[in-house]
């Protein structure tokens, strides 16, 4: 394997409007460290790709985002939203997942009605009247570019649906929540290539309206989709750029050679 010096990164000051952005993030598996000193500014309404190897702590880092390593590991240091360091023990973590909403890599609707997939947290939420719940439905599922396909058959379990309208499913029940900031684990990997293509349309197309930060193994997938792109290695972001430049004029010799398929 080769071996690059983990303490040199390149990492592009961002000079748009903030959605996120973290400062010192370190995160521990017990005495293993996964994640060392990222300071990442993540920019608005654009999508950002997380890319790397195997082990290389991009769901790790993509967790901390919005508190789901809290039962797991150990995160140090601030993740700023709007003002708020949402790493802070005082933050509401249930507050911070209504804004910042989390999609996983395999589709995991409810064993429930399509309706109801959207619908249960809004009402958890206090949203009860009937007509801004369909209104909520109908929006997010036109949103994740599923509506056309399922407006006759809401009341159907969301179990009958293929893969990529499953997952299309689970981006309409984070969007319904009106999150500002969607973060996507790997979302179309285990999904069949027009599926994946059907996806990858719709967050170009969410990207108008949401941040997204978005883990991907597909090199391709980043280069399509991505705005921004950071390529970690080891636990350590080794460069952060525009994915234009990052393909193209990489900055990092582990940088160009993990895009151009020289690495490890
Ligand atoms: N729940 C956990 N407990 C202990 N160690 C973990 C846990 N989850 C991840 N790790 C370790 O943290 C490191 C980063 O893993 P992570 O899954 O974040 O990488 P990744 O880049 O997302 O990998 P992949 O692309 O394979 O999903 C690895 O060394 C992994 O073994």
Known sequence: ???????????????????????????????????????????????????????SGKSTFLRCLNRMNDKVATVDGEISYRGVNINSPATNVYEVRKHIGMVFQRPNPFAKSIRENITFALKNAGIKKKSDLEERLE??????????????????????????????????RSIAMHPDILLLDEPASALDPISTSKIEETLKNLSQ?????????????????SDYTAFLHLGHVIEYN???NIFTNPQMKATEDYVSGNFG
């Open 242 to 244: 525009s994915t234009v």
């Open 209 to 225: 309206d949401y941040s997204i930060i978005i883990v991907t193994h597909n090199l391709q997938q980043a280069s399509r989709i």
């Open 139 to 172: 929006q997010s599922l036109k949103g994740a570019a599923l509506w056309d396909e399922v407006k006759d058959d809401l009341d159907k379990s969301a179990l009958a649906l293929s893969g990529g309208q499953q997952q299309r499913l689970c981006i309409a």
């Open 1 to 55: 394997m080769n071996e690059y010096n983990l303490n040199e990164s390149y990492i592009t000051d961002i000079k748009e409007k903030l959605a996120l952005s973290t400062q010192d993030v370190q995160v521990y598996y017990g005495k293993n460290q996964a994640i060392f000193d990222a300071n990442l500014n993540f920019p608005r309404y654009k999508i950002t790709a997380l890319i790397g190897a195997s082990g």
